[in-house]
């Protein structure tokens, strides 16, 4: 009887040793979002991430003359010599969207709130279409995926589009150079809708077969490299919002499917203080001749850390289930 206990003990100990090792049980509390920018070569080359060039939550704070804000979710489009950057801004209320300005992508002006509902706004991602200016943002409160347009840009926008009615998805991510949107769903399901424009009828693909858990939210805006297309997607094997990994775009007229390119692509950076916990935005374009990327990280201040036993064990059956 004893050599029997001994023995479902070991198991049991290499059980919780397997568990904690692909996602651990303790991991560091989550703080406030900072947003930092960059050039780089190439859109694969990871940024070089620095402290000076970023928007902390505390410059953040100093602009609105309070305390307790962030900023996340950066999105940008270059226009006219000068940089927009928007943001999620989140106070003690639902979160807004926020504008920031640059001519040359290192000194960034607050310029305001520029879309306020009564439901929660973030990840603010701006786009041109036949000379328009739109903007697809996470609108999940509102029940539905909801597109604005830019009627004076950059400050005025509107709604003019309901493109998923009653679903409430978060973090609709766009390319419209294959009619394709990726999302997730509450319960970590990755979903693939496809339509023949920006404004048809936009259904769920049945050429993509899923994947539920770790790895499915997107992390920022489709990007093009050497023909082929890549999406950043949010990794939590250290909790929320702890790293952005790589996924390529592969598509048939059978099947479509996002497969793991660069894993934790982007991840916490110990010596830069704003993003010593972990990073989860991701948005890369080419600016004529070179890159530009904006980012952001959060602050973990003194090493606290979350007990999440519910979130190891439902990773890890998602494992086993993809």
Known sequence: MKKLLLAFFLIFLIGIFFLNYNYPFFTKKIGRWSVGFTFVEAPLEKPNIDEKHLISYVEVDTLLKSEGNYIADPFFIFKDKTFYLFTELKGKNNANIALFTSSNGLDYKYEGVVIDEDFHLSYPQVFRHKSEIYMLPETKQSGNVLLYKAIDFPTKWEIVDTLIRNRKLKDATILLEKNLMVAVDDHMNQ?????????????????????????TRP????FKFQNDWYLPV??????????????????SEEKISLDISEKRFLQEVPEVKWFNRGMHHLDIQQVENRYYTVYDG?????????FQIWRTLKYNFYDLFN
């Open 234 to 251: 949010q990794d939590r094997t250290y909790g929320y919002g702890s790293g952005i990994s790589i996924y390529k775009l592969k598509e």
């Open 191 to 215: 979903l693939i809708f496809e339509s023949d424009s920006l404004h048809g009828e936009w259904k769920e693909s049945k050429r993509f077969d899923g994947r539920r858990g770790n790895e």
């Open 219 to 222: 992390g920022g805006r489709f």
């Open 298 to 306: 959060d602050r973990n201040l003194d090493g606290e850390q979350s």
